[in-house]
C-alpha cells in the first residue's frame, strides 16, 4: 500500500484527507457540534472538497459554512445538492450526481455507491443515502460506507473496487452494529477497516473491540482493523 495520501479521523464518521497533490477533502464534516472532535479540528480554514454521504445533521454537519469560508466544491447526491443550493451554497460549488456515477477531480475520482438507510435535510427528502468510493491515482482506494445496514453489495464492492481503506459504522441503533459490521468487513475481503459511528451519542453502543475481534476471525488475516482516535492520523 501506498502512503501518499493522508487521512485524520474527527470523530463520528467525519475525515479529513489530504491527497497526494495537496488537496484537502473533507467527509462529512459533522464538525463544531461534534463532542468528540478536538478543538483544532471543529472550524476547518482549509477545504478543496466536501463529500457528503446523506443528508442528516450529523453528517453534512458545518458543510455550508466551510463552502462559504473556504470556497470549496461540495459534492453529493442530486437531491441533497438542490436541498443545499437552496440553502445558500453557490452554484459554481455545487457538484452533483448519483448512485454508480464516477466523478473525477485533480489527482482523484469519486464514485456513489448505495447505503441502507434514510436520508432527510433540514426535515425535507435528500435523495438516497449512499456511499463513497474515493480512488487516488497511482495511489489508494477509500471506502466510506456512510450510514448503512450490512447489505450483499459490499461484497460486490469488495471485488469491485478492492478498497485498501473501508470505514464502516458501528454503532447500531440507528445503524448496523458491531457484529453486523464485522460481517460487512468478511464480506469486503480485505484491507484495513476503520470502525466509525459510535459513542458520539448515548444510544450509539456498538463496540470497536468487538468489531475488531469479530471482523479480523472473518479476514483470516487478508485484513485487518485499526481503531482510530479522533485527532489521530494515517
Given amino acids: 500500500m501506498k502512503t501518499d495520501v493522508k ?3 474527527l470523530g463520528h464518521s467525519a475525515f479529513k484527507l489530504v491527497s497526494p497533490a495537496g488537496k484537502v477533502l473533507y467527509i462529512d464534516p459533522f464538525l ?3 463532542p468528540t472532535t478536538p478543538d483544532e479540528y471543529k472550524e476547518p480554514k482549509e477545504a478543496d472538497y466536501i463529500l457528503l ?6 453528517h453534512v454537519g458545518e458543510t455550508l459554512e466551510i463552502a462559504k469560508r473556504t470556497g470549496a466544491k461540495v459534492v453529493s447526491i442530486v437531491e441533497l445538492s438542490g436541498l443545499l443550493k437552496s440553502d445558500g451554497l453557490n452554484e459554481d460549488q455545487a457538484f452533483e450526481f448519483n448512485k454508480g456515477g464516477t466523478v473525477h477531480f485533480d ?6 455507491t448505495n447505503a441502507n438507510h ?3 435535510f433540514g426535515g425535507r427528502y435528500a435523495g438516497d443515502p449512499a456511499g463513497l468510493v474515493i480512488r487516488f491515482k497511482d495511489d489508494i482506494t477509500v471506502y466510506h460506507a456512510g450510514d448503512t445496514n450490512i447489505m450483499p453489495d459490499f461484497e460486490i464492492y469488495g471485488t469491485l473496487y478492492r478498497p485498501d481503506i473501508t470505514m ?8 448496523m452494529g458491531d457484529k453486523e459490521a464485522a460481517v460487512a468487513a468478511g464480506m469486503i475481503g480485505t484491507g484495513l477497516f476503520i470502525p466509525v459511528h459510535y459513542s458520539t451519542f448515548p444510544p450509539l453502543t456498538g463496540s470497536p473491540e468487538t468489531f ?3 471482523a ?9 482493523v485499526k481503531i482510530m482516535e479522533p485527532g489521530e492520523s494515517l
Fill in 107 to 112: 489527482d482523484f475520482s469519486v464514485t456513489l
Fill in 53 to 58: 454521504t446523506h443528508g442528516h445533521e450529523d
Fill in 118 to 120: 434514510s436520508s432527510s
Fill in 216 to 224: 479480523e476471525k472473518l479476514l483470516k488475516g487478508k485484513g485487518s
Fill in 7 to 9: 487521512l485524520t479521523f
Fill in 32 to 34: 463544531k457540534n461534534n
Fill in 168 to 175: 464502516l459504522p458501528i454503532g447500531d441503533h440507528y445503524t
Fill in 212 to 214: 475488531k475481534t469479530e
